[in-house]
């Protein structure tokens, strides 16, 4: 039999001010059932809204992950800077807690994971009766912006290798790699300490950050060394701590990961990002368990496309006149790739346009009653973006949002993927029109 899944065995609390925000806050961990995940409570707030720790939920990046949902008054409820707090729980296997916080960021303590990694230890594990749900990597998932670049590759296990490299005489490159479990997390990431460079603080404070911020809670890096008086607890504490915080944002995926993580200077942006992506991943792979929601077949029943000409091979998600999700597998055997290019095929850009229309065709044309007296033409194409080459043995994933639709003429939203990238992208506008 598998692991179960964890809660903690009684509630634990500490308190102190919030990195940012500057917010004294007293936080409260107290066991959860089977199968809620982990949520923070704003228990300082009317009705006690909850925020789970979801990737969905993800409403801010800046110098920290925050994390949020619609409150009754119209105005988002927020829990700022929440990296340090989930990643002690992942390295514990704790999948199951409630969080009360009577404030809106979790204390800072000492910069580190610690404070929270003690607290949750100290209140003692239970094993509870649903076994855990694991999320093993199929396939490669990537990000890339400039210089950052996140991969995640299939492995029996987390791990994450990083590699920091700053414009600073002090800070310069570093690398490390961990295999992530409970003894190398307390051994050689829970003590290491956020930082910031000293030149970075008049700025990060005219953008209202680091409120709470100062030689206690963080490492700040002068021209000539470090500023606090207490030593580096590492050689390499700086990227220790970048993978602390890679392993918070990962929790937010719902479910521990196994993979090899592999990061080129990335932050709570691009690490919230890869999340994204290894999240539409598992979604797809679960769907696919149910069955698609139209196959080929089931798409030509409604288009009216036919080979050569009909792109899209499966709909992965419709919400009915609100979005669509579809997907082509690109083959050495399509017609067009003995001309385009003869010993280096592409796929053509303006087939990817195409196929981008077809699936918020389908969109459309399920939408409508008199579908077999209907066609769908192009009005306009704006904004067209080709980010990559397509070639053979891709997958296409395309997403299309509806902009407006009024008096027969539909504007849409549409990308389309591979491996997570944006290829192209465009808005579409098409007009229905009698066959």
Excluded: W
Aim: charge should be neutral.
């Amino acid at each position: 039999m598998g692991k179960l899944q964890q809660t903690i065995l009684s509630e634990v609390s500490l308190a102190g001010v919030g990195v940012h925000t500057g917010n004294q806050t007293t936080m409260t961990f107290k066991p959860a059932p089977a199968g809620s995940g982990i949520r923070f409570v704003r228990v300082d707030l009317p009705g006690r809204p909850e925020v789970p720790a979801l990737i969905g939920n993800v409403v801010e990046t800046a110098r920290g992950t925050t994390i949020g949902v619609p409150g009754p008054d119209g105005q988002t409820v927020k829990v700022h800077t929440v990296e340090h707090v989930l990643a002690s729980l992942a390295a514990l296997e704790i999948d199951n807690a409630r969080i009360e916080l009577d404030n809106n960021e979790p204390p800072i303590g000492d910069g580190s994971a610690l404070p929270f990694y003690g607290k949750l230890k100290q209140a003692g594990l239970a094993e509870q009766d649903e076994p855990r749900k694991y999320f093993s990597l199929p396939q490669v998932v990537s990000v890339a912006d400039g210089s950052i670049q996140l991969v995640a590759n299939p492995n029996d296990c987390l791990r994450i290798s990083f590699t920091i490299d700053f414009d600073h005489q002090v800070l310069k490159s570093q690398y490390a790699s961990f295999e992530i479990g409970r003894e190398t997390f307390e051994k050689e990431l829970a003590a290491s300490r956020t930082f910031c460079l000293a030149r970075d603080v008049e700025q990060l404070r005219a953008q209202g950050l680091i409120k709470g911020g100062s030689l206690e809670t963080a490492v700040v890096i002068g021209e000539k060394g470090i500023e606090n008086k207490e030593p580096l607890r590492f050689p390499d504490e700086f990227v220790r701590h970048k993978i602390l915080d890679l392993l918070g944002d990962l929790t937010l995926l719902g479910m521990p990961l196994r993979a090899h993580v592999i990061s080129i200077k990335s932050g709570h942006r691009s690490n919230v990002k890869l999340v994204q992506e290894l999240r539409k991943v598992y979604d797809d792979i679960e769907r696919q368990k149910q069955g698609p929601v139209f196959d080929i077949n089931a798409i030509s029943q409604i288009m009216p496309h036919r080979y050569p000409f009909l792109l899209v091979d499966r709909i992965l998600e419709l919400e009915e006149g609100r979005r669509v999700v579809g997907i082509k597998n690109v083959t050495v055997n399509e017609p067009f790739f003995q001309g385009h290019f003869p010993g280096r095929p592409v796929f053509p850009g303006v087939l990817i346009i195409e196929a981008l229309a077809q699936t918020g065709g389908f969109m459309i044309l399920h939408s409508i009653e008199n579908r077999e007296q209907t066609l769908l033409f192009f009005a306009a194409i704006d904004k067209v973006r080709f980010r990559k080459p397509v070639v053979p043995g891709d997958q296409l994933r395309f997403e299309l949002s509806m902009i407006s639709f009024k008096r027969g003429i539909c504007k849409m939203d549409g990308k389309a993927y591979v491996d997570g990238q944006v290829v192209c992208e465009a808005e579409l506008t098409a007009a229905m029109v009698n066959r």
